[in-house]
């Protein structure tokens, strides 16, 4: 509208385009109000404490806070001799320090995670520097124990001079930095984590196949019924996606256990002999069956609500034109499928790599994944910040998933039930 | 599915073997459930079926597992109970509230950077719950929250109003919006059209959101247990303990209850969502 033209006013006078740009701008702010209590609820309770892991799994200030005056005298250290005796007087102080606040327990524990053998050296030093005279404390500090008077002990000190690290996460692909600083793999047989990480991505991509043959069939059954049949079969699906998870996996326990229904069908048809029952719980098998009869309703309904919309009539065009079947199927019906197959495999994807209760309960050793291994260090060993870590690469991972789920289907695609 | 005559024999043969398949994975999803059932009647001590029960000899069931379950000593399962549903319910509450208001937000034209903000809103359902319970506790111990049914009670106010902000979002998507302007221009105030008019219109919506949050909370582990003390104890938590020392059938008593309850809260939803799609306008 440009203002040679006459321009249209509201009755007040103000022109009609100001006023629908306030209006508008009213509007917008209206409807942000209303979501605002809940965003601002997530935010605080969830996003920031996800930032707030995240500084706990790089955090390193423990150390960096208990020898401020050692870190600062260290700077123009280079590491090749013995330091200096400043830094030993600054040490000497720092740790005096602690001891009053009786903090040096806790130092002593920090560094020998740097470094084994700190511990008893420094539960000596802190005997010893009682009876310590004025001046000269790197002699004093050397004599206490041979340990002090070597300089690997020193450069592991210095070590943990930054405030930030990133161990943790080297730590958790079983990586670390060795004294010279060159990142290298931790030696084969302590390797924990990648097998973790290998088996996690192993058993969500095999439930995700899993759960998708056996959804198809079914949810194309499903869609093609008449209502009254479908929505009878319906509850099939439904039921068990309503039911509680414990209760589901409680059932796979009885079923799967070696006295259970399952072995006592295989040894009635003499699959196998009553005295040479399969273990199918506490291992992998475990884990994979229940996992995909939990997931199996999450694929379902996707790959439902897309055949759903799909005509009839499109497969029927596609056989009278001289398609069989299976040509038809495979040319016509399957590409339309591809959406709701995008979906549900994503969905499934997702959820079986962070799944935590059903592996745990039937996984056994060899059955568990990434999640069991971060709630192990969050509730029995309290390395927090590994924890932090762990769960931070798996997240991650998911939202590169997530991301991935967004470009196919669109998040606000998801449909329940 | 009938077929027609003049189908040829090899396609007739597939066609069963697709309807064996397709009764095959429905017996794999729906069977395991039954399996509880009797065995929750079991007279004896052991979870397998035991002679008398493959005779049917009455002797064999008894109903010991239920009374223990209820007046059995140090019984964890009173409490444990009480707690679930306290819990679930008030999560439910503010979950309904908070959800529905901020879909109501969320579904205006106007709503500025609606991409993101929903994917914020529904990011609690897509993160795995072992991260969600880690950050969750954190955040709850920093304030002093831990051990409480108030930390326990916000924590599935976050993870259950992702479904509500759904179920509610895609009711409102077919809304007529012109009726609230109707109401506006006859003189109504917001709060009196969305309470006579907008509320009564989406309430399945509303419902069967409120019921996923309820059952979200109500078979919640994984945040419990980074959260829980042990006057926090819900169902779900005592049903993994006892499944990880001893699986007793007490525990299969617990569960045949927790399936009679997802069964009634199933049929809910699925007539709320029947007569919403009615009130949409959407045949099927």
Known sequence: ?417 | MALPKYTEPHYRIWHYVYLTICAAVFFFLVAPLFVIFPLSFNAEEFLVFSDGMKRLDPDAFSLRWYQDMIYGTKNPWGLAAKNSFIIAIFATIGSVILGTVAALGLSSRHMPYKGLIMAVLISPMIVPLIISGVAIFFFMAKVGLAATHTGIVLAHIILGTPFVVITVTATLSGFDHSVTRAAASLGSDPVNTFMKITLPLILPGVISGGLFAFVTSFDEVVVVLFLAGLENTTIPIQMWTGLREQLSPTILAVATCLIILSTLILVTAELLRRRSERLRGINR
């Open chain 1, 1 to 417: 509208m440009s203002s040679e033209t006459k321009q249209i006013l509201t009755t007040d006078g103000i022109p009609l385009e100001v006023s629908l740009k306030k209006a508008e701008k009213k509007n917008k702010i209206k409807a942000f109000l209303l979501v605002a209590p809940l965003l601002m609820f997530i935010i605080i309770t969830y996003v920031f404490p996800i930032g707030d892991m995240l500084m706990r799994s790089v955090d390193d200030k423990m150390v960096t806070e208990m020898l401020p005056k050692t870190f600062k005298s260290m700077e123009k250290w280079d590491g090749q001799d013995l330091p200096p005796e400043e830094v030993f007087e600054a040490f000497y102080f720092d740790f005096q320090k602690l001891i009053e606040e009786e903090r040096e327990g806790k130092l002593s524990t920090q560094l020998n995670y740097t470094k084994n053998g700190f511990k008893s050296i420094i539960k000596k030093l802190r005997r010893k520097s009682k009876s310590f005279e004025e001046g000269n404390y790197k002699e004093q500090i050397m004599s206490v124990h041979r340990r002090w008077a070597d300089v690997e002990y020193w450069r592991a000190i210095k070590r943990r001079a930054p405030a930030y690290t990133y161990q943790k996460y080297l730590k958790g692909i079983d990586m670390y930095e060795n004294e010279k600083g060159e990142i290298i793999n931790v030696p084969e047989d302590r390797r924990v984590h990648r097998i973790l990480w290998m088996r996690t991505l192993e058993i969500a991509f095999f439930v995700t196949v899993f759960c998708f043959l056996m959804a198809y069939p079914i949810a194309h059954l499903l869609a093609t019924l008449p209502m009254k049949y479908s929505n009878l079969l319906m509850i099939c699906v439904l039921l068990p996606f309503w039911t509680s998870l414990l209760v589901r996996t409680a059932s796979w326990m009885i079923l799967l256990q070696q006295q259970g229904i399952v072995n006592d069908f295989f040894v009635m048809i003499g699959l196998v002999s009553d005295d040479n029952r399969l273990e199918m719980m506490f291992n992998k098998t475990g884990s994979y069956v229940a996992m995909t009869q939990i997931l199996l309703p999450f694929m379902v309904l996707p790959l439902y609500s897309v055949m759903k919309t799909i005509s009839p009539s499109l497969m029927r065009a596609g056989k009278s034109l001289g398609g069989t079947p299976f040509v038809a199927f495979w040319k016509v019906y399957f590409p339309l499928t591809i959406p709701g197959i995008g979906a549900g495999c994503l969905l499934v994807f997702i959820l079986a790599i962070g799944y935590y209760i059903t592996p745990a309960l039937v996984g056994g050793a060899s059955g568990t994944l990434i999640s069991n291994q971060i709630a192990f260090h969050m509730k029995s060993t309290l390395d927090w910040s590994f924890a932090s870590a762990m769960g931070l690469m798996l997240l991650s991972g998911v939202l590169v998933i997530y991301w991935l789920y967004n470009k196919l289907v669109g998040i606000d695609n998801i449909k329940l039930g």
